[in-house]
């Protein structure tokens, strides 16, 4: 296509030859561009001209050598006034060579470093000395003695010439420059690496516009584009380029512009450029500079067509030499045009044009250019003459609150691999950057770099350290260490804010709460035990118990004693026996409550109120008990019944099985035991401390060795984290309590602007209900959470019951109990009154009598002291009514007698304690009574 578009272009030129003064031009950019400038160039130049200036432009494959050569001695047979472009190296020495050789003007827009001043060559482009000088005096008021440059390409290294003179300097301080080369290709990373691995946080930047932007987004992947970072943009076009991503980052980024895109004329030009392009492609392109500004290489054809047509117009030059390549003659006006050129100065886009002695464009302006938040600003000018001027605007520093603070910053996330907090991603597919890692703290970033509007590069803690003092280093190690060095701009795993750590650093408010405990091998299952009965109540239990069977038997017994409806007559068929019998001795007490305990029963059974309400409560008690007794034996033959080596921290420090422990090396549980003033945990501390190989780096590797068979190790751990390995290790389990209770926090530098917006935020997540839905997801659901749902389901563990469980019963028992013996004791008082009326006796006297009786405590037989004068009603009744009688005998009358015998029971309860001498009486009682009923049965 080039060759027919050269011959084209060829046979048009020579059908313009003598109408018009043609300038030659030849592009190989690939696009429309710098032909549109090239074309605006000689249309504005030939404004008012009697003969206008004619374009002539070749277009070739860019680097073609053939193509661009047979471009210019085409070029030449249409007599042209000077030659243009083209833009790409090889192929632009090629062109000058040639036009060097017939002394045509060779105009070049390039930066060129190997220019002859002799050459019929003038480039518009900046000289590489000065253009290096502008970044040395800007690296200079910057003030940095320490920097990286970073650089794309060796033809470069000249732009670089002033700058690496700088460590030469005499100057006072001393200047350290390291140069990184960034590779072919586009992934800059492993370069990136290295810079920020060495430390260094200031860097000039030198290389192409077409790869700034992705260099800036790799940096920023890498984590060298926060606060501390500065970076200076060498390449003049840095302003095209959408720094959106990078304005907020926190990074200084400095560069330079030849022209204020803003200004009317730029604007006129960029809309003229799009005009252009459209006529020259025929409306096949809309807007070439869609969006992105005007770049320095179309000003520079510009207003290199606009210096070269005034020089030729003020030198009156109408026609060119009419030298071609194959003829050796030289035109005799080319040097004088070029020569001429060097002497001009004249406004253009790019500000002034005018060359040096050596003929290089070495005095020139530009803006000097911050990246702000709104976008870029112009912080100050640089010339040759003044070198940087400042011209910054002293804007008062408004403080800025809250998540605005942190709008659009980048900030590296300190994070390490501890489960769940954070994890790598199981994929399949390659992962980058913060893709590769999940898990609970993972999350709350994400949320919070959401709320707040900030990006985030994730950095592991490979080692795993947290961090923690070390006095011998005199320095604190880990994560901390890194957010205090500002190596990270925050820190987020299982990291537990303490006292010492919160000295240092700065924490949000706690996401989540927790306290340490210990991790151990789950109970082993006991073998069955003989004596199991026992083990439904504790042994305090029992003993209460046996107290209470013993108590209420007594008091059963000296109710029975007090009671008089407990006196009975032995043989109910004799009215006035000389005798009482009493049921209750200290024996049938006894067997009446066993038999109720027992739920067994006895013959005995209580007659007067009090013996039967003291009765009736030991029933309930017994009924309780047994209940209670039955049902948690129930419990304990059906739960299998475990042997617990430890079950508490007090069993772990005393250790009877020998069982070894340690924590986490360095982290916050074995700080907690080592400031401990508690003596149990100084023990603990101190023996940790001496068994260092108990200590282990990560909580993973604790649980693995409470998991061995090979050693009998318990782990002590946060809860929190014991939660989520018990959920996936079935075989493991949390013992005893929480021994204090602490939290988890984000850390950050120590009076960090950002801490009150995060632990806002922090607790708009939790009034949200996010961090428990995000804490379920992270510990029952994901990664194999709920695997031990199960398992202890049915394995709970059976109590025996304590006092604690059934001491209402015994309280009812000893209410109840009390109650019998006032009943008891009014029942006697109002016995012995009624008889000391009827008997007219002193019931003091009487009172004192019974009590006597009561307490001497001897036997169970009472003898009946004063007798009835009239007695009525049936047997024990009539027989008791008249217990306190003279002891004379008197023969019973026959209508006392009930012939209704007393049931059996009642008898054979009585018969059984009679003591001899009342036998004797009883003998004679029975002898009247068989004589009685001899004469009935006679009559
Ligand atoms: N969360 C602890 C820390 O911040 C690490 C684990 C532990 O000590 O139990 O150091």
Not at 298 to 323: C, F, P, R, W
Not at 500 to 525: E, W
Not at 750 to 762: A, C, D, G, L, T
Not at 788 to 816: E, K, R
């Amino acid at each position: 296509m080039n060759y027919f578009y050269v011959v084209f272009t060829v046979l048009c030129s020579i059908y313009n030859v003598g109408d018009s003064k043609t300038i030659g031009a030849i592009f190989d950019d690939g696009t429309f561009l710098l032909e549109a400038a090239f074309n605006l160039g000689i249309l504005d130049a030939s404004q008012n001209e009697e003969n206008p200036f004619e374009a002539s432009v070749i277009k070739t494959s860019p680097g073609d050598l053939i193509e661009a050569e047979n471009g210019i001695c085409s070029l030449l047979e249409n007599n042209v006034l000077g030659i243009f472009g083209p833009t790409s190296k090889a192929t632009m020495k090629h062109v000058q060579v040639i036009a060097d050789y017939l002394e045509i003007p060779h105009i070049i827009t390039e930066p060129m470093t190997a220019q002859n001043r002799n050459w019929s060559a003038v480039n518009l482009y900046p000289n590489h000395m000065a253009y290096s000088q502008v970044f040395a005096d800007i690296i200079a008021m910057k003030g940095w003695t320490d920097f990286t440059i970073i650089y794309e390409g060796a033809e470069l290294l000249p732009f670089l010439d002033n700058i690496l003179n700088m460590e030469d300097l005499d100057s006072q301080e001393h200047i350290v420059i390291s140069v990184v080369q960034l590779p072919d290709g586009d992934d800059f990373r492993s370069q990136l690496k290295t810079i920020k691995a060495s430390g260094s946080v200031n860097y000039l930047v030198c290389c192409s516009r077409d790869n700034l932007p992705l260099f800036l987004e790799q940096a920023q992947q890498v984590g060298i584009m926060s606060d501390e970072h500065s970076y200076i943009i060498m390449d003049p076009d840095f302003h095209t380029i959408d720094i959106d991503p990078y304005k907020h980052g926190g990074s200084n980024i400095t560069g330079i512009r030849f022209f204020d895109p803003e200004l009317d004329e730029i604007k006129q030009f960029t809309a003229a450029i799009n005009d252009k392009v459209k006529e020259l492609s025929e409306g096949q392109i809309e807007t070439a500079i869609e969006g992105q500004t005007l770049n320095l290489n179309l000003a520079l054809v510009y207003d290199a067509v606009m210096l070269y047509t005034s020089a030729l117009k003020i030198m009156g030059l109408e026609e060119g030499g009419n030298v071609t390549c194959d003829a050796s003659e030289t035109w005799s006006f080319g040097s004088s045009i070029i020569n001429f050129i060097r002497t001009m100065e004249q406004d253009g886009l790019t500000g002034v044009i005018k060359f040096d002695e050596d003929g290089f464009r070495s005095e020139f302006e530009v803006d000097v250019l911050e990246v702000m938040a709104h976008g870029f600003e112009k912080i100050g000018t640089w010339s040759m003459e003044d070198g940087f001027t400042e011209m910054r605007k002293i804007v008062p520093a408004v403080e800025q609150e809250g998540s605005e603070y942190m709008k659009g910053k980048h900030f590296i996330v300190l994070t390490a691999l501890s489960a769940p907090y954070g994890m790598l991603k199981e994929s399949s597919l390659k992962l980058e950057s913060n893709d590769r890692y999940e898990g609970f703290g993972i999350e709350i970033i994400e949320e919070l770099a959401k709320m707040n509007e900030f990006n985030y590069t994730f950095e592991i803690q490979e080692d795993g350290v947290y961090g923690s003092y070390e006095p011998k280093l005199k320095k604190w190690t880990g994560m901390m260490e890194k957010i205090m060095d500002g190596r990270a701009d925050f820190a987020i795993t299982d990291l537990t804010i303490t006292a010492a750590r919160q000295k240092v650093v700065d924490f949000t408010s706690p996401f989540m709460n927790l306290g340490i405990t210990i991790l151990y091998k789950k109970p082993t299952k006991q073998p069955p035990d003989l004596f199991s009965f026992i083990s439904p109540f504790s042994y305090q239990v029992w003993g209460w118990l046996a107290g209470a069977y013993v108590g209420v038997s007594v008091l059963l017994f000296i109710l029975g004693r007090f009671a008089p409806e407990e006196w009975q007559n032995p043989y109910p068929c004799i009215a006035e026996p000389e005798t009482l019998d009493n049921q209750w001795t200290l024996a049938n007490s006894f067997w009446f409550t066993l038999g109720s305990v027992l739920t067994q029963g006895s013959e005995i059974a209580p007659i007067a109120v009090s013996t039967r309400m003291a009765g009736s409560m030991w029933w309930f008690f017994t009924l309780i008990m047994v209940s209670s007794y039955t049902a948690n034996l129930a419990a304990f033959l059906t739960v299998e019944s475990k042997f617990y080596a430890i079950k508490s921290v007090t069993d772990l420090a005393s250790n009877p099985y020998g069982i070894t422990y340690g924590a986490k090396r360095g982290g916050a549980t074995f700080g907690f035991f080592k400031e401990s003033d508690n003596l149990l945990y100084q023990k603990m501390y101190e023996y940790m401390d001496s068994h260092p190989e108990l200590m282990t780096q990560t909580n993973d590797i604790g649980l693995e060795r409470v998991k061995s068979n090979d050693e009998d190790y318990a782990f002590l751990m946060e809860s929190t984290s014991i939660e989520y390995m018990v959920e996936r290790n079935c075989d493991v389990a949390q013992v005893g309590g929480l021994l204090d209770s602490k939290g988890y926090g984000i850390a950050m530098k120590k009076n960090s602007p950002y801490r009150q917006p995060m632990s806002e935020s922090i607790l708009q997540l939790q009034e949200q209900g996010k961090i428990t839905r995000m804490k379920d997801k992270w510990w029952k659901e994901k990664r194999g959470g709920g695997a031990c749902a199960d398992d202890d389901a049915g394995s709970g563990d059976a109590q025996p019951l304590v006092l604690a469980n059934v001491g209402g019963v015994f309280i009812v028992l000893v209410a109840g109990s009390g109650l019998a013996v006032i009943c008891a004791f009014f029942e006697m008082t109002v016995d012995v009154w009624m008889i000391a009326r009827r008997e007219k006796l002193s019931f003091k006297e009487e009172l004192m009598a019974e009590l006597r009786f009561i307490f001497s405590f001897s036997g169970d037989v009472k003898p009946v002291r004063h007798r009835a004068s009239t007695s009525s009603g049936s047997g024990s009744k009539g027989s008791k009514k008249t217990n306190i009688l003279n002891d004379e005998e008197e023969e019973p009358k026959e209508e006392d007698v009930d012939p209704v015998p007393t049931p059996r029971s009642e008898r054979s309860s009585h018969s059984r304690h009679t003591s001899h001498s009342r036998r004797q009486s009883n003998v004679k009682q029975m002898n009247q009574f068989r004589k009685l009923i001899k004469e009935k049965s006679v009559n």
